[in-house]
């Protein structure tokens, strides 16, 4: 079984900062691409920011410049560091991450139960 469990979450007002954390557990093989979406109140789940393996990271153009992905592979986990947040930035956060859990074994992505972030104006 494999876990993704989100931290960091809450509110904060226009122009402050907020980290968020994800840490993978169980039973891990390898982990490749980790990323972070957003999901917003009648809204699609968008892609926020992803990472590789290797550390190359993508971010969608709203928070390009103000957020930071990164990820400690000795730890399974995954951060993204939000600065500069706009009420626009309001969504529920969820982590996922591409999996494998034994050699030889099929990839999988899977993701976390998601952490609120509220920005206020």
């Known amino acids: 079984q494999v876990q993704l469990v989100e931290s960091g979450g809450g509110l904060v007002q226009a122009g402050g900062s907020l980290r968020l954390s994800c840490a993978a557990s169980?039973?891990?093989?390898?982990?490749?691409?980790m990323g972070w979406y957003r999901q917003a109140p009648g809204e699609q789940r968008e892609l926020v920011a992803a990472i590789t393996s290797d550390g190359i990271t993508n971010y969608a153009d709203a928070v390009k410049g103000r957020f930071d992905i990164s990820r400690d592979n000795a730890k399974n986990t995954v951060y993204l560091q939000m600065n500069s947040l706009k009420p626009e930035d309001t969504a529920v956060y969820y982590c996922?991450?591409?999996?494998?859990?034994?050699?030889?074994?099929?990839?999988?992505?899977?993701w976390g139960q998601g952490t609120q972030v509220t920005v206020s104006s």
């Open positions: 996922n991450a591409i999996i494998t859990r034994a050699s030889m074994t099929p990839r999988y992505k899977y």
């Open positions: 169980g039973s891990i093989f390898s982990i490749d691409a």
